[in-house]
């Protein structure tokens, strides 16, 4: 439930062109001080909430492109695993707030981890300089153990085949922003089930609202039980295939994924299910006038190339709007929004 002063906040606009920055701390708005850590902790109101400030921040970059909301703090962005779009939208998310960030995430091996360096001596440092540590590592529970170290705020960016609840939350936003609703929709999980931490959190998510999934992959990488468990006891009406054509006519949101190759202990295995599903345009011809095609990317064959100049085709735009959820949620957990 909204506290009095958030339902205020929600109608607010956060932004004066004319005066920005100073503003005094917004406790009120549920995420001030708070650890990212797993879509778990997201209730409806709270999403709506940061869509809000989503739509905000949009409307503040494509008007004077950046501000100085979080003037003054610092940001800690350590990345034990490769990224391109997370890093570099979290950086700039934090840098168009009027922020500035500590990047460590040209690879950890020019950083004392390459030492030995435990992650929560890593993240007791990192606390004595930053506001807010953005965490990307190859363990399940890698977060909530840094988080468990850590004084100031940690976010969650990829922790292993665990979650990614920052990627879930602006898959949700484009979701809404494309098709106009989160109800009634069905949608559509292709590829690597298993291991895509992003379909982990987004699955959770969507069984807050009233949708059908389909779940596409091969055997071995059918979704993990304990994520299936949770997604038909929140009442979802799921179904498992292996084809693609068995659901691409109904399908309103097409969630393509890439088979995560690092995860396999057994690269046998990953030959034997990598390049299972190609999106090609004569697939799209089966679909609907109005759906939407994403993907967290990166994409390695997945998606054919010229599906890309389909309207339908909504895998940049998603990449946009990583950056303006991001702003929302360091702002919010800076208690700025
Ligand atoms: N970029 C996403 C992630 O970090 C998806 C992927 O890597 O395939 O989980």
């Not at 922020?99 to 030492?115: D, R």
Request: aromatic letters at 6%.
């Amino acid at each position: 439930m909204l506290m009095e002063q958030e339902k205020h906040r929600m109608m607010e606009p956060l932004f004066d062109y004319d005066v920005m920055g100073g503003q005094p701390a917004l406790v009120g708005n549920g995420l001030t001080g708070m650890d990212i850590l797993s879509v778990d902790q997201f209730d409806k109101a709270k999403i709506d909430y940061i869509f809000a400030r989503a739509r905000e921040m949009r409307e503040m970059v494509e008007i004077v492109g950046a501000a100085d909301l979080v003037k003054g703090n610092v940001l800690a962005c350590i990345f034990y695993e490769p990224s391109t779009r997370t890093s570099s939208s979290f950086i700039a998310a934090m840098e168009r707030l009027g922020g500035s960030v500590i990047p460590i995430t040209g690879g950890v091996q020019f950083s004392s981890v390459s030492k030995g360096e435990t992650l929560q001596d890593t993240m007791r440092t990192l606390e004595q300089y930053a506001d807010v540590i953005v965490l990307r590592h190859p363990q399940i529970g890698a977060a909530i153990a840094a988080a468990e170290a850590a004084t100031v705020p940690v976010i969650n960016a990829g922790d292993g085949a665990g979650e990614h609840p920052t990627q879930a939350l602006l898959d949700l936003f484009t979701i809404q922003e494309e098709l106009g609703t989160l109800d009634g929709l069905t949608v559509s999980m292709v590829g690597d089930l298993r291991f895509g931490r992003t379909v982990h959190s987004l699955s959770k998510l969507l069984s807050m609202y009233n949708v059908k999934l389909n779940l596409v992959s091969p055997e071995i990488l059918r979704l993990p039980l304990t994520t299936m468990n949770q997604v038909r006891d929140a009442g979802i009406d799921v179904r498992e295939t292996h084809d693609v054509a068995d659901i691409i006519a109904d399908t309103d949101v097409l969630y393509v994924t890439r088979v995560q190759k690092e995860r396999f202990s057994d690269l046998s295995e990953y030959e034997q299910v990598k390049n299972q599903y190609e999106i090609t345009t004569e697939l799209m011809t089966h679909a609907k006038e109005k759906m939407v095609i994403m993907h967290p990317l990166p994409r390695v064959g997945e998606i054919h190339y010229d599906v890309d100049r389909d309207p339908r085709a909504a895998y940049f735009r998603q990449v946009r709007n990583g950056m303006y959820i991001r702003m929302a949620l360091l702002a919010g957990v800076l208690g700025r929004a």
